[in-house]
């Protein structure tokens, strides 16, 4: 007997900008992420006003999947998967966002990647908006502070519900569309809602009232999508990181408690419908001015997901300040401390597998619905021996440790999870940084931040291991 369910989705996640490279082919609009040139652990990515020659912009090629989807398809097969998680990008099919006509080049290759993926019995997982949109949205619209892109990308998903109706059945709406909420940095509101915020702006308010107008954008998919074909599944997807508090001192219990809270209010919108009390007040004493109406209410309420998708790395600890406001709201100023009993990656990211185990809790005794670990995996710098081989026991030791803490959610606390899939399960680029050399693939791809190799695939110790796992229905760690 093994913990995980018959039917268990076994994958891994990538995301259309990150690994499809073929920027322009087959008449593909520039997006956010063509714009954002490469970074590192010290460098920011920058946003240039579009594309700029003498720039490197690292998602253009990527690993081009584009035209190597057939062989990439077929190692996956070999790995075992049952599921893939990927994007479609928004600009394959609606280049600029705001044409009447989809371009059916880019319809031709999702149906062409989804037939591929189907012909070895992996199952197409699909995030209608993975921070890809549309370029031109963000300069004729200002992105999602705009409620006409409402209207864009319910017909977007529109399109491509319509169109991939028979071949595929989970579907996400936004990637991490709570980022731009904890961390409200540049980076952020710009991947997640196409904002660049002008100098006499209010962030916060700009932030609510775009994460808004996606919610309800989601909501609205949600129903369409449940008309086109009732058996979808359609989830939202947020990124987790439990945050603890960093003494027993009830302030910072509290802290702590309001942080998730906030962190999280998106996935309340999503999977209950409503916003949070606490953040309806908020809303109030601030005067933001949001443009939520009465019939905006209506459409979350209708429009309720089906699943929680979320991607998990690590957790973060937090106290209270002397001066904590009352409500305990301090919107991406949230004091992080560093959890001194924790190891950290490269990056500086913490490893906390039994972060996992909490935030499978946490979820699931909140919102009472199925889970989908839909990324999780360590960033790391890989070095290959001299054989040609690379052993990267650091990630192996990482994802199993995170699956031994999945299977205790399900086997000891219950807890309803649909499936796994750990990010980047092929080298790509990465969305924060913009490096290639922060990998998180078992399967290696030979090309490094300054864009220079031959692209070839080859297998690491984690593949062998990975295959292994998937056998075994996660038995065998
Ligand atoms: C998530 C994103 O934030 O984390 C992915 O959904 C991203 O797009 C992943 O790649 C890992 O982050 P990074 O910055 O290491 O690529």
Redesign the pocket.
Same mark, same amino acid.
């Given at each position: 007997m093994t913990a995980f369910p018959k039917g268990f989705l076994w994958g891994g %996640?990538v %995301?259309a900008h990150?690994f499809e490279g073929g920027w322009q082919a087959g008449g593909k609009g520039v997006s956010i992420a063509d714009v954002m040139t490469a970074g590192d652990n010290e460098t920011k990515r920058r946003i240039t006003d579009g594309v700029q020659s003498g720039e490197n912009y690292p998602n253009h090629d990527a690993i081009d999947y584009y035209h190597r989807y057939h062989e990439d398809d077929q190692l996956f097969a070999d790995l075992g998967l049952n599921c893939f998680r990927t994007s479609i990008a928004w600009t394959r099919i609606f280049p600029n966002g705001d044409e009447e006509q989809p371009n059916e080049a880019g319809l031709k290759f999702y149906d062409d990647v989804f037939d591929d993926l189907l012909s070895h019995q992996i199952e197409p997982v699909i995030t209608l908006s993975?921070?890809e949109m549309p370029y031109h949205l963000v300069k004729k619209y200002g992105g999602w502070r705009s409620r006409k892109v409402i209207d864009f990308f319910v017909k977007f998903a529109t399109v491509v519900f319509d169109r991939y109706k028979d071949k595929v059945k989970y579907w996400m709406t936004f990637?991490?569309i709570n980022?731009q909420v904890g961390m409200m940095n540049e980076w952020s509101l710009f991947t997640n809602s196409g904002l660049l915020i002008k100098p006499d702006e209010d962030k916060e308010a700009v932030m609510f009232q775009a994460a808004h107008y996606e919610a309800v954008a989601s909501a609205l998919a949600v129903q369409i999508g449940h008309r086109i074909n009732p058996d979808f599944q359609i989830g939202c997807?947020v %990124?987790m990181g439990p945050v603890y508090p960093a003494t027993p001192n009830p302030n910072d219990v509290f802290k702590a408690e309001r942080t998730m809270q906030t962190n999280y209010y998106l996935a309340d919108v999503q999977v209950k419908g409503k916003y949070p009390a606490f953040l309806d007040r908020y809303f109030d004493r601030h005067a933001f001015n949001l443009d939520i109406t009465l019939e905006d209410r209506d459409v979350l309420l209708a429009g309720k997901v089906d699943y929680i998708g979320f @991607?998990y790395?690590a957790s973060h600890v937090t106290e209270a300040s002397q001066d904590e406001p009352t409500d305990f709201i301090t919107m991406g100023h949230n004091r992080e401390v560093k959890n001194s009993t924790l190891q950290r990656s490269d $990056?500086g $990211?913490e490893i906390d597998p039994v972060g996992l185990r909490y935030a499978l809790n946490w979820f699931s005794d909140r919102y009472e619905v199925p889970l989908f670990i839909v990324?999780n995996?360590f960033?790391a710098f890989d070095k290959i021996n001299q054989d040609g081989h690379i052993q990267d026991d650091y990630r192996i030791d990482y994802l199993r440790q995170h699956i031994n803490q999945m299977r205790l959610a399900v086997e000891v606390d219950g807890v309803k999870l649909m499936g796994y899939t750990p $990010?980047?399960i092929i080298d790509?680029? @990465?969305?924060?940084?913009g490096?290639m050399e922060?990998r998180?693939g078992v399967i290696y791809v030979d090309k490094d931040d300054q864009g220079k190799g031959t692209l070839a695939r080859s297998k690491k110790a984690s593949f062998d291991w990975f295959q292994k796992v998937i056998r075994s229905n996660g038995d065998d760690l």
């Open positions: %996640a %995301a990150q993975h921070f990637n991490e980022n997807m %990124a @991607s790395y $990056w $990211w990324e995996g960033g $990010w980047g790509l680029v @990465s969305a924060g940084t490096q922060k998180y």
